[in-house]
């Protein structure tokens, strides 16, 4: 099956609204995705994407990965591929309080939160 991606390049804000997800397209492709843009943006080659060196200079990137509950699923996977990510600095909260995280969510200016697991309801 192939991928499709389906840009939307608009300022017209009736058409931004529109619910782009319930469109019988996905339906038919599964692997299709839409994405909303402005009609002007700076396109970023490929050369780019594939070299940190030329988007980041020798910077670290500093992630947040927080792991919820895990019941049911396996979240391993998730936190090996974090841990091989190149020039990046991981901070792994594994089901933390409300509390745990917002004190870490403080602690540091962080460039990406990842988040993989269940939440829990608190009242």
Known sequence: ???IRFLIRTD???LQKLP???WDFLER???AEVALSAPEYEAIHSSKIHSNKTVLGNKTIKVLAI???SEGID???N???LEQLPNAEIDFLVEPHRQQLSDRLWKAAWDILFFAGHST???
């Open 1 to 3: 099956m192939r991928t």
């Open 12 to 14: 017209d804000l009736s």
């Open 20 to 22: 782009w997800h319930e």
């Open 29 to 31: 492709y599964p692997k």
């Open 67 to 69: 792991l919820g509950n």
């Open 75 to 77: 979240l391993e996977g």
């Open 79 to 81: 936190r090996q591929i």
């Open 121 to 123: 309801a608190i009242d």
